[in-house]
Every structure is written in C-alpha cells, then in structure tokens.
C-alpha cells in the first residue's frame, strides 16, 4: 500500500515556474514507477510525466517536453516535477501516480495522490 501527497500549486503568470512535489508512504516506493498526470475543468486526465523506480527510464508528453522535468529521491521517498515556462493550457489538477507498470495509462496506476491545483494566468 503506498499513500500520496502533492504540494507545490499554486498561481503563476505565464513563463513563470513552478516544481512540484509528491512524498509517498511505504516500503515499496522504491520498487514503482511514478508518474504525473493532470486534468483541466472537462477534459480527461490527461498523461504528463513518468519515471521508472531506478530513474533509468523517463517520458514526458510532448506538450510539456522540454519545460518540465520529473525527478525522484527514494532516499526521501518523493517525486519531484519542475515546470518551467509555463503556459495558460497548463492550468490544471497535478496528480502523481505510483504502481510497478511502466506506463501512460492513468488506468494502471493503483495508487493516486489528491492532486493539486496549478493555474497559469495569461
């Protein structure tokens, strides 16, 4: 059993940065792949972000490649998303994600944090 907590929303103007946390409770936080997702007022959730339980394996959806980095401290059992350069259609509630499958299927992940709210104003 792992449980999720973010922190780090909030407001920002757009080109702003914003990083993201995520700390996990459980043994086995380790051992999982943790991703980002998010998902703006009517739309889907949506994949962002995810990295292997080594670091060894990462991916980012091509809407955030190159402004935002996904990093992880097992030490400190947390997941981290920095998010540079930020843009309006980046408003949304981040979630973070963890299970053993490397994937961008939010439907695969078992464990979800409550999410928190990022708004990029114009």
């Known amino acids: 059993q792992v449980q999720l907590v973010e922190s780090g929303g909030g407001l920002v103007q757009a080109g702003g940065s914003l990083r993201l946390s995520c700390a996990a409770s459980?043994?086995?936080?380790?051992?999982?792949?943790l991703g980002w997702f998010r998902q703006a007022p009517g739309k889907e959730r949506e994949f962002v972000a995810l990295i292997g339980w080594s670091g060894g394996i990462i991916s980012y959806a091509d809407s955030v490649k190159g402004r935002f980095t996904i990093s992880r401290d097992n030490a400190k059992n947390t997941v981290y998303l920095q998010m540079n350069s930020l843009k309006p259609e980046d408003t949304a509630v981040y979630y973070c994600?963890?299970?053993?499958?490397?994937?961008?299927?939010?439907?695969?992940?078992?464990?979800w944090g409550q999410g928190t709210q990022v708004t990029v104003s114009s």
């Open positions: 994600a963890a299970d053993v499958p490397i994937t961008r299927v939010a439907a695969a992940y078992r464990y």
């Open positions: 459980g043994r086995t936080f380790s051992s999982y792949t």
